[in-house]
C-alpha cells in the first residue's frame, strides 16, 4: 500500500481482488425518466444493494481482512453513525472474531438493531458533546482491540472506491461522477479510480446544506471544522473532513454541490416511486444534486453512487411525509 495520502489505482485494483467473492458487485441501473429530467444519461450505482445496505462493507472488509492472525483474536473496534457499524459488525463475524462498535445516542434504530444483529457490542456517545475519535481511540486502547476508522485509513479508502471502479468498468468512460460526501471516503476512493482511469472525469461531491464541511475546506485550501449539522442525511453529519481523505480530495475533487433535506426527500421520493428503490437521506444525496440541477455544465454520461439503504419503514415513511 503507498503512502495514506497518496492512495492509488493499483490499490484499488489491489482492494477489488481482494474482497471479491466476499462483498457484492452492485447493479448500475438507468431510467428514461431520470435521463429526461437531468438532462443527461445516468448511470447509477446501487451501493444500497451491497451487504448491510451500504458501501461501508467494501472499506470495513478491505481492511480488516488484512489484520494479522493477533489482531483478529483479540477483536475489532470502530466508531460510527451506522453504515460502518454495521460494516465492520458483518466484517468481523465473516472473520470469526468479534466487535465492539462506538456509536451516537441518536442513531436510527434500524441501524442500531442491524449492527447488533451482526453479533456487535454497541457503546454509546453524545455525537454533539462528545468526541468520537478520542472515546473510540481510548475505547479501543483500553480493550486491546484493532481499530478500524469509518474513513481514515488507506485500506478502507481504497476499498471504497471499488465501486466506482466497478461503475466504471460496466458503462465504459464517464464525464463527471457524483458521489455523497460525510467523512470523505467514498469520494476519496471513487475519485482515486475514476481519474486513474481518465484524468478528463470531473468528480463532483455532495454534502447537505447544513454540513458544508468539505466544501468549505476545499475553498479554503485546509480542514475546516463546523458545528455538527442537524440534518435528516445522518451520515453525512461530519463537522470536520477526514486528515487523509482531505490530502486525497484537495487533489482529485473538481468540486461539491449542497442540497437542502427537501431536495433530499425529494430524490428519496424519487428514488421508491420511479425506480423502485429504497435509499436512506445520505445515500440520495448524490441524486438530489442532480434532480435539483445543483451542478452547473453536466456533461452527457454520468455516474452517480447512491450510496445506502439503511434506513427502517417507520423512518422512510416520516421522512417522505414530513
Given at each position: 500500500m503507498t503512502a495514506p495520502s497518496l492512495v492509488t489505482l493499483a490499490d484499488v485494483r489491489e482492494a477489488a481482488?481482494?474482497?471479491?467473492?466476499?462483498a457484492h458487485r452492485t447493479?448500475?441501473?438507468?431510467?428514461?425518466?431520470?435521463?429526461?429530467?437531468?438532462?443527461?444519461?445516468?448511470f447509477v450505482k446501487c451501493e444500497n444493494f451491497q451487504r448491510i445496505g451500504a458501501f461501508k462493507f467494501r472499506g470495513a472488509y478491505n481492511?480488516?481482512?488484512?489484520?494479522?492472525?493477533?489482531?483478529?483474536?483479540?477483536?475489532?473496534?470502530?466508531?460510527?453513525?451506522?453504515?460502518?457499524?454495521?460494516?465492520?459488525?458483518?466484517?468481523?463475524?465473516?472473520?470469526?472474531?468479534?466487535?465492539?462498535?462506538?456509536?451516537?445516542?441518536?442513531?436510527?434504530?434500524?441501524?442500531?438493531?442491524?449492527t447488533a444483529g451482526y453479533g456487535a457490542e454497541i457503546v454509546t456517545y453524545d455525537r454533539y458533546t462528545g468526541d468520537r475519535v478520542a472515546i473510540g481511540e481510548a475505547l479501543a486502547t483500553d480493550r486491546g482491540l484493532a481499530l478500524i476508522p469509518p474513513y481514515e485509513h488507506p485500506h478502507v479508502i481504497a476499498g471504497?472506491?471499488?465501486?466506482?471502479?466497478?461503475?466504471i468498468e460496466e458503462t465504459g468512460d464517464l464525464d463527471a461522477l457524483v458521489v455523497p460526501?460525510?467523512?470523505?471516503?467514498?469520494?476519496?476512493?471513487?475519485?482515486?479510480?475514476?481519474?486513474?482511469?481518465?484524468?478528463?472525469?470531473?468528480?463532483?461531491?455532495?454534502?447537505?446544506?447544513?454540513?458544508?464541511?468539505?466544501?468549505?475546506?476545499l475553498e479554503a485550501g485546509r480542514r475546516i471544522s463546523i458545528p455538527v449539522p442537524r440534518?435528516?442525511?445522518?451520515?453525512q453529519a461530519a463537522?470536520?473532513?477526514?486528515?487523509?481523505?482531505?490530502?486525497?480530495?484537495?487533489?482529485?475533487?473538481d468540486g461539491i454541490a449542497l442540497v437542502s433535506d427537501e431536495q433530499i426527500r425529494d430524490a428519496m421520493r424519487f428514488a421508491f416511486e420511479r425506480m423502485k428503490l429504497v435509499v436512506e437521506p445520505s445515500g440520495a444525496s448524490a441524486l438530489a444534486a442532480l434532480l435539483a440541477h445543483r451542478i452547473d455544465r453536466l456533461p452527457r454520461r454520468v455516474g452517480v453512487i447512491l450510496s445506502g439503504g439503511n434506513i427502517g419503514a417507520e423512518r422512510f415513511t416520516e421522512i417522505l411525509g414530513g
Open positions: 481482488a481482494h474482497i471479491k467473492g466476499v447493479p448500475v441501473l438507468r431510467s428514461r425518466t431520470l435521463d429526461e429530467l437531468v438532462g443527461a444519461e445516468v481492511a480488516a481482512s488484512r489484520l494479522s492472525a493477533d489482531q483478529v483474536a483479540r477483536g475489532i473496534a470502530a466508531y460510527s453513525s451506522g453504515n460502518h457499524a454495521q460494516a465492520v459488525a458483518l466484517a468481523a463475524r465473516e472473520l470469526g472474531t468479534t466487535a465492539v462498535i462506538l456509536m451516537p445516542e441518536d442513531t436510527p434504530r434500524s441501524k442500531r438493531e442491524a471504497q472506491g471499488t465501486a466506482a471502479l466497478e461503475l460526501v460525510g467523512g470523505g471516503g467514498l469520494i476519496a476512493g471513487s475519485a482515486t479510480a475514476a481519474k486513474g482511469l481518465r484524468s478528463a472525469t470531473r468528480v463532483i461531491g455532495v454534502e447537505p446544506e447544513n454540513g458544508d464541511d468539505t466544501k468549505r475546506s440534518t435528516i442525511a445522518d451520515g463537522d470536520t473532513p477526514g486528515e487523509l481523505t482531505f490530502a486525497v480530495n484537495r487533489r482529485l475533487v
